[in-house]
């Protein structure tokens, strides 16, 4: 199975400012297809998870773009250019390149 | 607009049975992949089950933890998802989510708790 590890596990920002959160798959998740499938996804809390980023880059419809995600082969990040009150929660990268599907452990982020 | 309803999510003693449903409207059910996740409590996120449909595979796949136990179907004429899951056990209590293609969208999610 491919092991999807994120850093760091918690962090804990000031509003407007910005934050990183790394992705590091155990294989490259570069599809036969050539595209790279990799996707990001925000749960606030009590709620369903959202797609954020598809294909490592790829902006869902109505995501702010302050997210953007970039990366390749098997180092990912997303990057929120200035974080806001609504951006709480748990953010998860995850492979869908073969079976199983499996998502990062989540990084849990909150405002200082 | 894409919408996801899952229902039948219900307190059950181990070794029981259950079956989820997703009802799905707002896009072609017909031809989308579909899947369950599931997430425990306090947890992180697990893909279950799921049932593809793109690059020439249809078929259905499962996590380990629930192979043999558990069994994906599609109802394409009420665009609705199933999960079928028998000899549930405690580790199987978790909330469980709907999703279309590769986590495009998500339902609501039902609850399943596995408890004597």
């Known amino acids: 199975d491919v092991v999807m590890t994120q850093s760091p596990l918690s962090l804990s920002v000031t509003l407007g400012q910005p934050a990183s959160i790394s992705c590091k798959s155990s294989q490259s998740l570069v599809f036969s297809d050539g595209d790279t499938y990799l996707n990001w996804f925000h749960q606030r809390p009590g709620q369903s998870p959202r797609r954020l980023i598809y294909k490592v880059s790829n902006r869902d419809s109505g995501v702010p773009d302050r997210f953007s995600g970039s990366g390749s082969g098997t180092d990912f990040t997303l990057k929120i250019s200035r974080v806001e009150a609504e951006d709480v929660g748990v953010f998860y990268c995850m492979h869908s390149i073969q079976w199983p599907w499996t998502f990062g452990q989540g990084t849990k982020v909150e405002i200082k | 607009e894409v919408q996801l309803l899952e229902s039948g999510g219900h307190l059950v003693q181990p070794g029981g049975s259950l079956r989820l449903s997703c009802v799905a409207s707002g896009f072609t059910f017909s031809s989308s992949g579909m899947s369950w996740v599931r997430q425990a409590p306090g947890k992180g996120l697990e893909w279950v089950s799921l049932f593809h449909n793109e690059h020439g595979d249809n078929s259905a796949h499962y996590a380990d933890s629930v192979e043999g136990r558990f069994t994906i179907s599609r109802d394409n004429s009420r665009n609705t998802l199933y999960l079928q899951m028998n000899s549930l056990r405690a580790d199987d209590t978790a909330f469980y989510y709907c999703?279309?293609?590769?986590?495009?969208?998500w339902g609501q999610g039902t609850l399943v708790t596995v408890s004597s």
């Open positions: 999703t279309k293609g590769r986590g495009d969208n």
